[in-house]
């Protein structure tokens, strides 16, 4: 049986008018695309089932939940009313799909991970071979993000961040420290860097901490390439773009590089593992946690440039 509530407003017509959940979900989504086309792409369905099934609910509800302006759709009164009702039963649903999932003590089910994209090829599928042995029961479902996904709303159960102030609202560990140190081609000869082409992380990585790094550094012209991901940077430099910073147990591993500095205090970050407090006694979460703890120890010195 679908999820249904009953809205807060005061149609001039009928009263106590029942909503699905879906319908909660759409108005919210037009809300945070701006528009319907965005809106429809996100939800899986095409342009005109949206319009049609935005139509439906404002008559149901005989009430205007957009103003449709040139610049995009604008929530009214009673828009905002339906948006922050879709808010709290999204908040509820995922407080009660955690508080289920967090009583599941047997290491079974579905478990998804998030991680950023070079921290997975660089280091986590040999541990997920051995996990996936390990433990047949636990379906893995690995997204690669360089974003912090929400564990609130179950986006994911574990994270794997790279990060130097993780969140509070979150529970974990510190699997090692991350250094940073500056790369370039092994074959060439480099004299003064700072005359060098650069290639950078761009200022979305990491919270802009690359920034000051790169200003005290590199002169604005010498920065032939800024890009958004970790893994890219590290193609482009391999490529001969430009030198560039790297995580130290991503550069030592590429045959064509070496380091042109020693590892930089300021650019290094710690490695955590984190879920949801209402997860941390999950079996498959346990598992999954205290493996990785497990097989990231032996890998220290790697991570930390030493």
């Known amino acids: 049986m679908p999820f249904r509530a009953r809205i807060g ?3 001039r017509k009928k009263a106590g008018v029942l909503l699905d959940w879906d319908e909660f979900r759409f108005v919210k989504a037009v809300a945070e695309r701006g528009g319907l086309t965005a809106a429809a792409a996100q939800l ?18 005989d009430a205007r939940l957009f103003e449709r302006l040139r610049t995009g759709y604008v929530p009214t009164p009673a828009g905002l009313a339906m948006i922050e009702a879709a808010a709290r039963i999204e908040t509820d649903v995922a407080q009660f799909s955690r508080t289920i999932a967090g009583q599941e003590q047997a290491p079974s089910g579905e478990l998804r991970v998030t991680a950023p994209v070079n921290v997975a090829t660089g280091l986590l599928m040999p541990i997920l071979a051995t996990f996936c042995a390990r433990y047949p029961q636990i379906r893995l479902d690995l997204i690669l993000a360089e974003a912090a996904l929400n564990l609130s709303r179950r986006d994911a159960d574990v994270a794997i961040r790279a990060s130097r102030n993780p969140s509070e609202t979150l529970v974990g560990r510190r699997l090692t420290g991350l250094a940073w140190a500056v790369y370039g081609q092994a074959d060439r000869v480099y004299g003064d860097l700072a005359a060098e082409d650069w290639v950078v992380p761009g200022s979305a ?5 690359f920034t000051p790094f790169i200003e005290a550094r590199v002169p604005a012209e010498q920065v032939r390439l800024r890009i958004n991901t970790v893994t890219g940077l590290t193609a ?8 560039g910073p790297l995580p130290c147990f991503e550069g030592d591993a590429e045959r064509g590089l070496r380091r042109l500095s020693g590892p930089h205090p300021e650019i290094a970050a710690d490695l955590w593992m984190l879920t949801h407090p209402d997860l941390r006694h999950a079996g498959r979460v346990r598992a999954f946690m205290d493996h990785l703890a497990e097989a990231i120890l032996p890998l220290r010195a790697r991570f930390e440039g030493r």
Request: hydrophobic share 50%; aromatic share 2%; proline share 3%.
């Open 205 to 209: 990585v990491a919270g802009s901490l």
């Open 44 to 61: 899986g369905i095409n342009h005109s089932t949206a319009f049609r099934r935005l139509g439906s609910i404002e008559a149901r509800l």
């Open 9 to 11: 407003l005061q149609p």
């Open 236 to 243: 482009a430099v391999a490529a001969g773009i430009g030198i």
